[in-house]
């Protein structure tokens, strides 16, 4: 009897360590990780910061969801050597011919309409058109627009969408690139089609506002995470944030609400930005703010993302690990936050700031696909001023241009070309061509003769060569890329200038090392007048200046190719019109791409009680005081480029013991302090 006893209470403990051993099994395999099998999707979420990884699991151990049914792409398996012919665009380049609307025109496609126009592709033919232009309806009243009638399934056609079309389309893509904003990742054709950010209706068509980050390191006290809420609402919070999920619902105070558009944009360090589609417009506020994006598993194509370089910019991570988010952004370095909010505030300023520069972006993009192997390297899309403003027409070389040579470890060619624009009647410039001759660094001497009466026969000798080179009797000549012009630097002059030797020798020497500002000797300065509501300038000699004069002055020769082939040929028009007006353009040109104002060198004050009295208006000359019916042309430049570029500076550059009371033996540049 008891033997089976023992053998029931033995029978039932094994039964239950039986069933104990099932039941946990299942919970065993979930919590013990299995090795993936051969073949299976893995790898970790696409961060694009890798080092903020380190810490955490290997990239092996959490699997991605299972893969998703593939989508449909449109256009099928169109891609951009299959579906555009580039054989279009041989003779001129790209050329773009825009189809005029069906019904009525909206606000936001005048601005496209006139950010076209205002660009160097735009042509009023069809037929020597390389690229045919489509614009997306926008607004819910217009009609949608028929099928074009050069169509052809789509071939060499671009249909841009700033906004959502309100209705559909009635005819297929076929063949034809798409220009829409924030396109799902799904539906996008990478190397094709080109993702646009999603502008706000009231973005402004040329210049924008500035970005508005005021300190690039975080001060103590400043919020370090931004959540993202429906109808461009803004919630920060401190650092303290590890119990705030991404759906918005926190356990503690999230600090004050900001609100964007009508309030300030969000003031702080990081901002968090969830995946789904209305959240895009965030983005840009982000990008404006200097605040760093943090996108939360987009499902959307970043804005640009075949040319810009996103890693240095923003951050892409996983919605499913908070935490682990969390804690790499408190415990990001310093030196990181630096440099991920520069570059937030270059890409809004080169790239988003208006719809110009979107859309010249978007056509710029196409113009490098075009040109292949000679087009944008990614050092000129990722680093000011940008490839907008670093033409490649001029040269497929970073170090070519006036702005990389720090990133480049390289210089500019150490000597110059001496462009002096005549045309006035008389003797050529005896006294200027000699002193500029006897600088060591002068390569060669080029005379612009832009007057209807024939040049001198006779011209001095001189050690460099002198070339007299027939102008078109515009001031805007004296900026056009002449293939003549070998150097790196130009110095540009009147003929009625007035410089000693050892002044171009000095300037000269500045300039090499600030080879992407304009180097001069007399200045203008540039002020708000509250009696007129608008700019002026003035030439009085004040201890601040943002302007030097052209008929004086340094600068890269790179500058001639922009001047000719970038600014709109209304502002060329109106410095033609009126010729002080052409320095007022060439300080508005420089100044917007450097963000910098001019540098100003020493210039002997008997040049200017010798120099002869004032020309006639439009005669070349030394030219000091504007003239006071071209004062208006300073508003008229500011209305073309969105916002006023000139910056101001009290900072002139002497030589060593300039003026110190030493012997005059001690110093390299004597005559400058010529009694």
Not at 599 to 622: C, D, F, N, S, T
Request: net charge positive; with cysteine.
């Amino acid at each position: 009897m008891q033997s089976w006893r023992r053998k029931s209470l033995w029978l039932a403990l094994l039964a239950s360590w039986l069933l104990i051993l099932l039941g946990l099994f299942p919970l065993l395999r979930l919590a013990v990780p299995t090795s993936p099998r051969a073949g299976a999707p893995r790898g970790w979420p696409r961060w694009l910061d890798a080092e903020l990884l380190q810490s955490f699991a290997k990239p092996g151990e959490l699997l991605e969801d299972g893969p998703r049914p593939p989508q449909a792409l449109r256009g099928g398996s169109c891609n951009w050597g299959a579906c555009f012919d580039t054989s279009k665009c041989r003779g001129g380049g790209l050329k773009v011919f825009v189809y005029p609307a069906a019904g009525p025109v909206s606000e936001t496609r005048r601005r496209i309409l006139a950010s076209v126009e205002g660009s160097r592709y735009h042509t009023l033919s069809a037929a020597e058109a390389c690229l045919l232009l489509l614009l997306s309806p926008d607004t819910s009243t217009g009609e949608c627009d028929p099928v074009p009638p050069q169509w052809d399934g789509g071939r060499n056609h671009l249909v841009l969408s700033l906004h959502p079309a309100p209705c559909p389309r009635t005819f297929q893509l076929g063949q034809a690139m798409v220009a829409e904003a924030s396109p799902t990742v799904d539906t996008f054709r990478p190397g094709f089609d080109v993702a646009l950010p999603l502008l706000p209706e009231a973005h402004p068509l040329r210049g924008g506002a500035p970005g508005q980050l005021r300190q690039h390191s975080p001060r103590p006290g400043v919020a370090l995470l931004a959540l993202a809420e429906d109808g461009g609402r803004w919630h920060v919070a401190g650092t303290d944030f590890s119990a705030c999920p991404w759906d918005g619902r926190c356990e503690q105070d999230r600090g004050p609400k900001q609100t964007h558009p009508g309030a300030t944009l969000p003031n702080a360090t990081f901002c968090l930005i969830p995946g789904r589609s209305p959240d895009v417009l965030h983005f840009l506020q982000a990008l404006q703010a200097g605040c760093i994006p943090v996108l939360l598993s987009p499902r959307w194509e970043l804005p640009f993302s075949e040319v810009i370089d996103w890693t240095k910019a923003a951050i892409v991570a996983d919605e499913r690990l908070p935490l682990q988010v969390l804690t790499a952004l408190q415990e990001m370095p310093l030196t990181r936050v630096l440099a991920l909010r520069q570059q937030t505030q270059f890409l809004w300023d080169a790239y988003f700031s208006s719809v110009e520069k979107v859309v010249h972006t978007t056509l710029e993009i196409i113009q490098d696909r075009i040109f292949g192997p000679s087009a944008h390297p990614s050092l000129l899309w990722n680093r000011p001023p940008g490839a907008i403003l670093a033409l490649p027409t001029f040269s497929p070389s970073p170090s070519d241009f006036p702005f990389y040579h720090l990133q480049q470890g390289s210089r500019p060619l150490g000597r110059f070309s001496a462009l002096i624009w005549g045309g006035a009647p008389g003797q050529p410039p005896l006294k200027l061509i000699q002193a500029v001759a006897g600088s060591q660094h002068c390569d060669q001497i080029l005379v612009l003769w832009s007057s209807e009466k024939p040049p001198p026969t006779r011209w001095p000798k001189t050690a460099v060569p002198l070339t007299v080179i027939d102008g078109h009797r515009k001031v805007s000549d004296r900026f056009f890329p002449y293939s003549a012009i070998s150097t790196d630097a130009i110095l540009s002059l009147d003929a009625h200038s007035s410089l000693s030797t050892s002044e171009v020798d000095f300037a000269f020497v500045v300039w090499q090392s600030f080879p992407e500002r304009m180097v001069g000797f007399l200045t203008w300065s540039h002020f708000w007048d509250e009696a007129r509501g608008g700019w002026g300038y003035t030439a009085k000699r004040t201890n601040e200046f943002s302007m030097v004069l052209t008929s004086a002055a340094f600068y890269h020769r790179y500058y001639h190719t922009l001047f000719t082939h970038s600014l709109p040929k209304a502002l060329r028009t109106l410095a033609d019109e009126a010729p002080t007006c052409v320095d007022v353009l060439m300080n508005f040109l420089v100044a917007s791409v450097t963000k910098l104002p001019p540098i100003k060198v020493p210039y002997g004050m008997w040049h200017q009680e010798a120099r002869p009295p004032p020309l006639e208006p439009g005669g070349p000359g030394l030219r000091q005081e504007p003239q006071p019916a071209a004062q208006n042309c300073i508003n008229q430049m500011a209305a073309g480029f969105g916002h006023m570029p000139l910056v101001s500076s009290r900072l002139r550059l002497d030589p060593v013991l300039f003026k110190d009371p030493v012997s005059v033996l001690r110093k390299k540049y004597r005559s400058l302090e010529k009694p």
